[in-house]
């Protein structure tokens, strides 16, 4: 997938499209060194309308004068592009991502405020519980004895949050 732009904007994205398992190419005149990572080719030149060329994702996280030429080369492809901050020059929109211990909560303005998205996300994530992997052992492990065992997916919400009280039961 293609990454353009190498400032803070592009940095923050990184993370997320290497978590996701992007292959990524980062194109940009000045590349933050937060940047240079493993799975990460690093072009420092201006973006070209080829380098969109057997991509799959294109994001744009670079002035608008740029964005708006990614846009019209991934267009062009019938690619999709988000451009980060920049509604006007993308076709799809990302929200915020909050991943912690195999979970992932998601929250999207469909563009309009990506700012609000992302203190949005601060948010839930200050209210997640500090123990999620405690969390998610004791929801894999319920899940398991639960189809075995042919348990209804109706009976079973009501049931996990027992499993859950048990956790802060046994701290007691």
């Given at each position: 997938m293609l990454l353009v732009g190498g400032g803070t904007v592009a940095a923050a994205k990184l993370d997320g499209l290497l978590a996701a398992g992007a292959l990524v190419?980062?194109?940009?005149?000045?590349?933050?060194?937060?940047?240079?990572?493993?799975?990460?080719?690093?072009?420092?030149?201006?973006?070209?309308?080829?380098?969109?060329?057997?991509?799959?994702?294109?994001?744009?996280?670079?002035?608008?004068?740029?964005?708006r030429r990614v846009q019209a080369a991934a267009e062009a492809r019938r690619l999709f592009v988000n451009a980060v901050d920049d509604p006007a020059h993308a076709s799809a929109y990302l929200g915020g991502v909050v991943r912690?211990?195999?979970?992932?909560?998601?929250?999207?303005?469909?563009?309009?405020?990506?700012?609000?998205?992302?203190?949005?996300?601060?948010?839930?994530?200050?209210?997640?519980?500090?123990?999620?992997?405690?969390w998610m052992a004791a929801a894999d492990t319920a899940r398991q004895h639960w189809k075995q065992q042919g348990v209804p997916m109706e009976h079973r919400r009501p049931r996990l949050l027992q499993v859950l009280n048990e956790i802060y039961d046994k701290k007691k």
């Open positions: 190419t980062v194109v940009a005149p000045d590349i933050r060194p937060e940047l240079q990572q493993a799975g990460v080719v690093l072009q420092r030149r201006p973006f070209d309308d080829g380098d969109v060329d057997g991509m799959w994702w294109v994001v744009a996280a670079a002035p608008p004068e740029v964005n912690r211990d195999d979970v992932a909560v998601a929250i999207s303005t469909g563009g309009r405020a990506p700012a609000l998205a992302g203190l949005l996300r601060e948010a839930i994530d200050t209210l997640l519980p500090a123990d999620l992997d405690a």
